[in-house]
């Protein structure tokens, strides 16, 4: 015999797909919505298909949005010489955070990882590459990929390709742990990093 109601179980298999989210936790979020009533649950609703029917990516940098182009490409004062390459939505925000970085951006969602099968193909690095083709006012791609051991093996690959483009390539620098996330990084980290990049070579 189930221990909880079927509906309630099935919320919290539901829950417990969410990143970071383990069994009790998603016991726990399940009953307080449950307990919090119908106005909390309906409030919730609401925004969940508000951001289903008004959020997409940007055709331009691949940044989450609900225009587009997103409010950053479209900002005339920002630096158009400038490419901060970043693996998913969420560290355009960190970055944003940090503050001090007024250039563009573009998310490739994702990074590299031969052992689940996720190539350069996998990513939007095609359209990167578009974004620097003839005319291009890029002068410098900052790669600001995890300093992990996939955002490193994206970073190289990204380096390599970028090359014969005849722009200049950085890093972030060192002031990064490895193996960390830049959106658990803290504000003042992750600008001197930016400002402390390196050239890939």
């Given at each position: 015999?189930?221990?909880?109601?079927?509906?309630?179980?099935?919320?919290?298999?539901?829950?417990?797909?969410?990143?970071?989210?383990?069994?009790?936790?998603?016991?726990?979020?399940?009953?307080?919505?449950?307990?919090?009533?119908?106005?909390?649950?309906?409030?919730?609703?609401?925004?969940?298909?508000?951001?289903?029917?008004?959020?997409?990516?940007?055709?331009?940098?691949?940044?989450?949005?609900?225009?587009?182009?997103?409010?950053?490409?479209?900002?005339?004062?920002?630096?158009?010489t400038l490419?901060?390459?970043?693996?998913y939505p969420?560290?355009?925000?960190?970055?944003?955070?940090?503050?001090?970085?007024?250039?563009?951006?573009?998310?490739?969602?994702?990074?590299?990882?031969?052992?689940?099968?996720?190539?350069?193909?996998?990513?939007?690095?095609?359209?990167?590459?578009?974004?620097?083709g003839p005319?291009?006012?890029?002068?410098?791609?900052?790669?600001?990929?995890?300093?992990?051991?996939?955002?490193?093996?994206?970073?190289?690959?990204?380096?390599?390709?970028?090359?014969?483009?005849?722009?200049?390539?950085?890093?972030?620098?060192?002031?990064?742990?490895?193996?960390?996330?830049?959106?658990?990084?803290?504000?003042?980290?992750?600008?001197?990093?930016?400002?402390?990049?390196?050239?890939?070579?």
């Open positions: 015999m189930p221990v909880f109601p079927d509906a309630i179980q099935s919320l919290v298999d539901e829950l417990r797909k969410l990143p970071g989210i383990g069994p009790k936790s998603a016991q726990r979020l399940a009953f307080h919505l449950i307990v919090a009533g119908k106005p909390a649950i309906n409030k919730l609703i609401s925004s969940l298909e508000e951001a289903r029917d008004r959020v997409g990516y940007c055709s331009v940098c691949g940044n989450l949005t609900e225009s587009d182009p997103c409010p950053i490409c479209q900002d005339s004062k920002r630096d158009r490419i901060c390459v970043v693996g969420k560290d355009v925000l960190a970055i944003e955070r940090a503050g001090g970085y007024r250039g563009l951006y573009h998310v490739l969602h994702g990074y590299i990882e031969p052992l689940k099968g996720v190539g350069p193909e996998d990513l939007r690095t095609k359209e990167l590459l578009a974004r620097l005319g291009s006012p890029v002068k410098e791609v900052i790669l600001a990929t995890n300093p992990d051991v996939d955002g490193e093996t994206t970073a190289l690959y990204l380096a390599k390709v970028l090359k014969p483009l005849e722009v200049r390539v950085t890093r972030l620098a060192r002031g990064l742990p490895f193996g960390a996330d830049l959106d658990y990084a803290d504000e003042v980290t992750l600008a001197r990093s930016l400002e402390g990049r390196r050239e890939v070579t």
